[in-house]
């Protein structure tokens, strides 16, 4: 939480209940944004046809709560050509 030790001392255990779940929501939030942001790469990036594949958060980050993905999604031969074809020019 970068408290110093003697801002740690001072604080009453409802404000440090209080700081620690801010801590603990804001660093939930960055990850889902994280995981949000690679499926939507992973989506629109060009490799997938969109129409057919849309992928979620949970596919390449879970968080406490969180399922397993139901499958995981390999590409296709043709879209392996696509990809290396676009990554090895």
């Known amino acids: 939480m970068g408290l110093k030790p003697d801002e740690f001392w001072n604080l009453?255990?409802?404000d440090y209940n209080r700081m620690a779940d801010g801590f603990q929501r804001r660093r939930r939030e960055e990850l889902e944004w994280r995981g949000t942001l690679m499926a939507h790469i992973a989506t629109?990036?060009?490799?997938?046809?969109?129409?057919?594949?849309?992928?979620?958060?949970?596919?390449?980050?879970?968080?406490?709560?969180?399922?397993?993905?139901?499958k995981i999604i390999l590409p296709t031969p043709e879209e392996m050509e696509r990809i290396n074809k676009r990554f090895n020019q």
């Open 12 to 14: 009453t255990i409802p």
């Open 44 to 70: 629109f990036g060009g490799v997938y046809d969109p129409a057919k594949v849309q992928f979620k958060r949970q596919d390449f980050l879970l968080l406490p709560g969180d399922n397993q993905p139901a």
